[in-house]
C-alpha cells in the first residue's frame, strides 16, 4: 500500500503564498491521478486540486482557480499544491489523495482511495 504524507503547511499572512508537498513512500508506479483536498473544522472534506499521472490534466475548485497550481513529479514521487493570494478562507487540514482506479472523478472524495494524514494551513487576516 503506498502511504502519502503531506508536508510544508504553516501560519501565514493573508495575500501570501505557501507550497505544500504530498511525498509518497512504500510500491509507487507513479500510474494515478492524484488529488488535494482540504477540510476547515465543523466542515465537510472538500476537493481543491487535482492531477492525471501524466500531468495532461488539471482540475481545479472554483474557489481556488487562479490562485493555485498543481504539479508532480513522478520520478520523486511527489506532488505539490503551490498556493499563491492566500485568503482566511483558505485555513483547513489540506490533504492529499491517489484516486482510486476504478473511479472516474477527480472533483470528489469519492474518487480517491488513499489518503495522508493531512497538513495544518492557517490563513491570519
Known amino acids: 500500500q503506498v502511504r502519502l504524507v503531506e508536508s510544508g503547511g504553516r501560519l501565514v499572512q493573508a495575500g501570501g503564498s505557501l507550497r505544500l508537498s504530498c511525498a509518497a513512500s512504500?510500491?509507487?508506479?507513479?500510474?494515478?491521478?492524484m488529488g488535494w483536498f482540504r477540510q476547515a473544522p465543523g466542515k465537510e472534506r472538500e476537493f481543491v486540486a487535482s492531477?492525471?499521472?501524466?500531468?495532461?490534466?488539471?482540475y481545479y475548485a472554483d474557489s481556488v482557480k487562479g490562485r493555485f497550481t498543481i504539479s508532480r513529479d513522478n520520478a520523486k514521487n511527489t506532488v505539490y499544491l503551490q498556493m499563491n493570494s492566500l485568503k482566511p478562507e483558505d485555513t483547513a487540514v489540506y490533504y492529499c489523495?491517489?484516486?482510486?482506479?476504478?473511479?472516474?472523478?477527480?472533483?470528489?472524495?469519492?474518487?480517491?482511495?488513499?489518503w495522508g494524514q493531512g497538513t495544518q494551513v492557517t490563513v491570519s487576516s
Open positions: 492531477i492525471t499521472w501524466s500531468a495532461d490534466s488539471t
Open positions: 512504500g510500491p509507487t508506479f507513479s500510474t494515478y491521478a
Open positions: 489523495a491517489q484516486k482510486s482506479p476504478y473511479s472516474g472523478s477527480y472533483r470528489n472524495t469519492n474518487g480517491f482511495g488513499s
